[in-house]
């Protein structure tokens, strides 16, 4: 199994390579005007070149995008816990938590900044109420699913509320819950550049914004690739964690594989 | 191994006539789910008295309340009228040291075996409080002596998924004995098996009475399974249930398959049918 594993990874990423290749060709043979299109390596030597300057800004997108991230998931886990220990509080809330969760997150960015002025508070906070949905959606709904007949053991010896929630609820939620942190972890994200692309005078979304209006396409795209890398390798990291700590969700398959 | 040698005095065990102290009693106890025009009876006014260490089977058409029974022993579902008192005092709220087991085994599939079977450690005192302290060691050894005496000697280290249908189930009430609890009730807890698993289990199930002698009450819908387990067996009648009829099972200790077979015991088995299928034409006709 691992050399079909290592084959398909080799797959993958000669395709990566193949996508960049192909830009650069397709520039180079129809001679596209770097204002619209520059090729992939005059983008990764701007990107070079302006790293320095690049730097605080990705560090301040990283921490809007994490600090967002972490309240976003602490709200969701608690709103998640109440919703889904009672029936009647999930029945309750649902409909007005699928209303928040469908309003487009551009449109509140000028409400947060109208009360919080532009720069890092509104970035935190379109990211935070970008982030929660899926991660109360998943708490909620991993609590719900806890076989009765378990609960009625567990009653049965006297285990309150809480000592079910702690040893039965709660873990069996966790799949639930790190496969929503990998997906919310990319919103918080989209969040955090998007408010930075409005309304900020900092960050990646900034940076992008201001190369846009002065025509230097070749640093507009230099941002693009930072976020795209940002972005893929924020999702690494919660897959791997999620892989160590739910192992036990998926290792049923390892065994039929091997 | 001495303990498991059978003694005489198992065959057929006494009903309580004041001499063994009473360990549940249902006194006119009735329950009614909903209320108003919506009301579902699901007792009827049900008189029943177990003694301390008896083995109890309550068998009858589906549906009929012997859920129930085990719901309001176990202190899960409050009686609508009438009174349940276990172990001397009256069930309300009150937590109570029973253990459980349903037809599902229900084990967490991010635990391994022994961790599982340890849950009720984690909940009961006085375990709760060691429970830090002992689970790598005392506690551990508890589990892995239960399942010895259950055949799965050495499974403690896999996850659920590794095991069969009869070996969860076996773990099952492994869990349900581990804090040592004085009653033991049995929701069709061989149901979804085999029926060569299920005889092997009755085996096991019946060691372990014999081993721990906790009070168990069995709810199942097998006939055979009810005579072969059960000092006394209580069938029921058609929604909502009441007690129909009381049987005592005097054959002796331990008993085998083989013995299912025998004419007394096939004999014990029709007149049980008996009972079932006429409270079944009553609640069609009625």
Request: proline content about 6%.
């Amino acid at each position: 199994m691992p050399n079909l594993d290592l084959r398909q990874k080799a797959w993958s990423a000669a395709l990566i390579v193949l996508f960049f290749v192909a830009w650069e060709l397709f520039c180079l043979t129809t001679g596209m005007s770097d204002l619209v299109l520059p090729r992939p390596s005059q983008i990764f030597t701007t990107l070079v070149e302006k790293f320095p300057i690049l730097l605080p800004h990705i560090i301040q997108t990283l921490a809007t995008t994490m600090l967002g991230f972490v309240l976003g998931v602490a709200l969701g886990v608690v709103l998640g816990a109440v919703i889904g220990v009672s029936k009647t509080a999930y029945d309750t809330c649902y409909p007005l938590l699928v209303g928040f969760s469908s309003i487009p997150k551009v449109a509140v960015v000028p409400i947060f900044v109208l009360w919080f002025g532009s720069g890092t508070v509104p970035a935190v906070l379109t990211a935070l109420s970008i982030c929660f949905f899926p991660i109360v959606v998943n708490i909620a709904t991993g609590l719900a699913t806890t076989e009765p007949e378990l609960e009625d053991v567990l009653k049965a010896l006297g285990a309150s509320k809480f000592d079910i929630l702690w040893n039965v609820g709660l873990p069996r939620t966790m799949p639930f819950f790190f496969a929503s942190l990998k997906v919310a972890i990319s919103y918080a994200f989209v969040g955090a550049v998007l408010s930075e692309t409005v309304a900020s005078n900092r960050g990646i979304g900034n940076v992008m914004m201001t190369a846009s209006s002065n025509f230097n396409v070749p640093l507009v795209f230099a941002g693009l690739f930072v976020l795209a890398g940002l972005g893929v390798a924020l999702y690494v990291v919660f897959s791997l964690i999620e892989g160590r700590v739910t192992g036990w969700a998926t290792r049923k398959n390892d065994l039929i594989v091997t | 191994m001495m303990r498991m040698q059978p003694v005489a005095e198992f065959a057929g065990m006494p009903i309580p006539n004041g001499a063994a102290p009473i360990s549940i009693e249902l006194s006119d106890t009735s329950v009614t789910f909903g209320r108003g025009a919506r009301a579902v009876p699901a007792l009827a006014k049900t008189t029943l008295r177990i003694a301390d260490g008896e083995f109890v089977a309550l068998v009858g058409p589906s549906g009929c309340g012997k859920s129930t029974i085990l719901r309001l022993v176990s202190g899960l579902v409050q009686p609508t009228t009438g009174a349940v008192i276990v172990g001397g005092r009256e069930v309300a709220a009150r937590a109570l040291r029973v253990g459980m087991a349903f037809q599902n085994p229900t084990m967490l599939p991010w635990m391994t075996i022994e961790r599982n079977i340890m849950l009720p450690l984690k909940i009961v005192e006085p375990f709760r409080s060691q429970f830090r302290k002992l689970r790598r060691t005392q506690f551990r050894d508890k589990a892995n002596a239960l399942l010895e005496q259950v055949g799965l000697k050495g499974f403690g280290t896999k996850f659920p998924w590794q095991l069969s249908g009869g070996m969860l189930q076996r773990a099952n009430l492994c869990r349900a004995l581990i804090h040592e609890p004085r009653m033991l009730l049995l929701d069709e807890p061989f149901g979804a098996l085999d029926q060569f698993t299920r005889e092997e289990l009755w085996s096991i199930l019946q060691d372990l009475w014999m081993l721990h002698r906790p009070t168990v009450l069995l709810v199942t819908h097998d006939l055979r399974e009810a005579a072969f387990l059960a000092g006394r067996i209580c069938v029921m009648s058609a929604r909502p249930g009441r007690i129909l009829d009381e049987s005592r099972v005097s054959f002796s200790r331990p008993r085998t398959v083989a013995m299912t077979f025998e004419p007394d015991f096939v004999a014990l088995n029709q007149k049980l049918r008996a009972f079932i299928v006429d409270a079944r034409t009553a609640q069609q006709e009625g």
